[in-house]
């Protein structure tokens, strides 16, 4: 239906529903000329008369009798659709689907779910952990949660965490026979936990930076794994050397369970975002889950 033929059908439909060319003009306004030659172009257009028009009154004709109800059907699913849409700002609804790395599902997104699904009744809610960093729009995701420095330029980006910074750690129990790290090239005379990106792939290369001076190194250890929580349990079962973000380990080092060296060597970066393709209008749905991750950071 093109702009006009709406246009048409609504001004028809207000002369029916008000019985007066007057007052359906005002109610539309419009003038009652205006409203005239809108409802010769219809009756010209379908090749029938509409209306019986007389000085004092105007009535539909047989013909403009069945179009009447049959556009009162159709304007009534539209506005009907409309009022869903705008109950949905109040009550969202329907299905969202959230991309997130382990790290950040287990610090934002564990944390909500029962008090989001108690929140919103509605949302049908899908997260799916993922650390190989899959293309959230070819994935047909609404949104994910990775660190800032890996996302790409063309996202929204929702700031959640403030900037991290990384943690070399080991056990007491480790480090009971030998000399603590002073510098990051001490590390090879070490047992370190190697950890390997999800998917197969590289094994990461530690990075370490002070001052203007920056280096990357490969450690050596004969464990390698692909899960964080994995890597802390065996940093506190003695296993050997663990680099991880700070606030990972943080409880276990306040415990004592924990001891962190080289601090001052370990780079910060930015932190966690929430991100979404760039949209004129935020689903409620997703407009909902970020005002709550927002409101149970804080």
Same mark, same amino acid.
């Given at each position: 239906?093109?702009?006009?033929?709406?246009?048409?059908?609504?001004?028809?439909?207000?002369?029916?529903?008000?019985?007066?060319?007057? #007052?359906?003009?005002? #109610?539309?306004?419009? !003038?009652?000329?205006?409203? !005239? *030659?809108?409802?010769?172009?219809?009756?010209?257009?379908?090749?029938?008369?509409?209306?019986?028009?007389?000085? #004092? =009154?105007? =009535?539909?004709?047989?013909?403009?009798?069945? %179009?009447?109800?049959?556009?009162?059907?159709?304007?009534?699913? %539209?506005?009907?659709?409309?009022?869903?849409?705008?109950?949905?700002?109040?009550?969202?609804?329907?299905?969202?689907?959230?991309?997130?790395?382990?790290? @950040?599902?287990?610090?934002?997104?564990?944390?909500?779910?029962?008090?989001?699904? #108690?929140?919103?009744?509605?949302?049908?809610?899908?997260?799916?952990?993922?650390?190989?960093?899959?293309?959230?729009?070819?994935?047909?995701?609404?949104?994910?949660?990775?660190?800032?420095?890996?996302?790409?330029?063309?996202?929204?980006?929702?700031?959640?965490?403030?900037?991290? *910074?990384?943690?070399?750690?080991?056990?007491?129990?480790?480090?009971?026979?030998?000399?603590?790290?002073?510098?990051?090239?001490? %590390?090879? *005379?070490?047992?370190?936990?190697?950890? *390997?990106?999800?998917?197969?792939?590289?094994?990461?290369?530690?990075?370490?930076?002070?001052?203007?001076? =920056?280096?990357?190194?490969?450690?050596?250890?004969? %464990?390698?794994?692909?899960?964080?929580?994995?890597?802390?349990? @065996?940093?506190?079962?003695?296993?050997?050397?663990?680099?991880?973000?700070?606030?990972?380990?943080?409880?276990?080092?306040?415990?004592?369970?924990?001891?962190?060296?080289?601090?001052?060597? !370990?780079?910060?970066?930015?932190?966690?975002?929430?991100?979404?393709?760039?949209?004129?209008?935020?689903?409620? @749905?997703?407009?909902?889950?970020?005002?709550?991750?927002?409101?149970?950071?804080?």
């Amino acid at each position: 239906m093109r702009g006009s033929e709406f246009t048409e059908f609504k001004a028809f439909s207000a002369i029916v529903e008000e019985g007066s060319f007057v #007052r359906a003009a005002a #109610r539309l306004r419009v !003038s009652p000329p205006a409203l !005239s *030659q809108t409802i010769r172009q219809l009756e010209a257009r379908v090749g029938v008369r509409l209306l019986n028009r007389t000085t #004092r =009154s105007v =009535s539909p004709t047989a013909a403009g009798e069945t %179009l009447f109800s049959r556009l009162a059907v159709v304007f009534g699913e %539209l506005e009907g659709a409309v009022a869903e849409l705008q109950a949905g700002r109040d009550r969202p609804a329907g299905a969202l689907r959230i991309n997130v790395s382990r790290v @950040a599902a287990m610090r934002f997104v564990a944390p909500i779910l029962g008090d989001f699904q #108690r929140a919103y009744p509605d949302i049908a809610l899908t997260v799916i952990i993922d650390d190989v960093l899959t293309d959230i729009v070819e994935g047909r995701f609404d949104a994910g949660i990775r660190l800032g420095e890996r996302l790409e330029q063309d996202m929204v980006a929702v700031k959640l965490s403030d900037e991290l *910074q990384m943690a070399a750690v080991a056990a007491p129990a480790y480090l009971k026979d030998r000399a603590i790290p002073r510098q990051p090239q001490d %590390l090879h *005379q070490h047992r370190c936990i190697n950890f *390997q990106w999800p998917g197969g792939g590289d094994i990461y290369r530690w990075e370490f930076s002070r001052g203007k001076r =920056s280096l990357e190194i490969a450690v050596k250890g004969s %464990l390698i794994v692909n899960d964080t929580e994995l890597l802390l349990n @065996a940093a506190l079962d003695g296993a050997g050397v663990a680099y991880m973000i700070d606030y990972q380990v943080q409880p276990w080092i306040e415990q004592g369970r924990l001891v962190r060296f080289l601090e001052a060597w !370990s780079p910060r970066f930015p932190g966690f975002y929430l991100y979404h393709p760039s949209r004129r209008h935020v689903p409620p @749905a997703l407009r909902a889950f970020i005002d709550f991750v927002l409101k149970k950071r804080e």
